[in-house]
């Protein structure tokens, strides 16, 4: 089943300098992600179906970073700023 963002319900803080380096490194492995401001600072969105392969995409590219849960999802998420 295709995912849309109302499946986001985790999203990704690292350095805005890599924002779009990751962003384009999990499309090309096939995880849906968009890019978002949230509360003024940029993040990237993932369905936790795909936390496990992100962290080990992020990790061989030696990239610091956190993961949060949305809660429920993205939208609602961003709704609270």
Same mark, same amino acid.
């Given at each position: 089943?295709?995912?849309?963002?109302?499946?986001?319900?985790?999203? *990704?803080?690292?350095?805005?300098?890599?924002?779009? %380096?990751?962003?384009?490194? /999990?499309? $090309?492995?096939? #995880?849906?992600?968009?890019?978002?401001?949230?509360?003024?600072?940029?993040? *990237?969105?993932?369905?936790?179906?795909?936390?496990? %392969?992100?962290?080990?995409? /992020?990790? $061989?590219?030696? #990239?610091?970073?956190?993961?949060?849960?949305?809660?429920?999802?993205?939208?609602?998420?961003?709704?609270?700023?």
């Amino acid at each position: 089943m295709k995912k849309t963002t109302k499946d986001l319900n985790l999203y *990704i803080k690292l350095e805005q300098k890599y924002m779009v %380096k990751v962003l384009d490194k /999990l499309r $090309k492995n096939k #995880i849906f992600s968009k890019f978002f401001p949230l509360g003024g600072f940029p993040i *990237i969105a993932i369905s936790e179906d795909d936390e496990s %392969k992100t962290k080990e995409i /992020l990790e $061989k590219m030696d #990239i610091k970073y956190e993961i949060q849960k949305a809660n429920p999802d993205i939208i609602e998420e961003m709704l609270k700023f």
